[in-house]
C-alpha cells in the first residue's frame, strides 16, 4: 500500500508471524519506510535494512 496516511511500501496489520525479506522498492522516497509493521503485528520477521522498517508491534525481529 502506498499513499496517505502511511506512505509506506508494504504495510502489515493484524498479522502474527509474517516473514518478508530483501524487498527492493521502487519509488519509497527517504525517510519512508517499505516496511510497515503496525501495532497489531506480533511475532514477525523482517530481513530488511534495520533503517527501512518501522515496527510498531511487539516481539518483531528486524535484521539486516
Known sequence: M????YDSGIRVALSRGTFVARNDLLGVDPPN???FLTDTTRDCRMIEPGDTVKND???NSVTN
Open 33 to 35: 519506510s517499505d516496511v
Open 2 to 5: 502506498r499513499g496517505e496516511p
Open 57 to 59: 508491534g511487539a516481539n
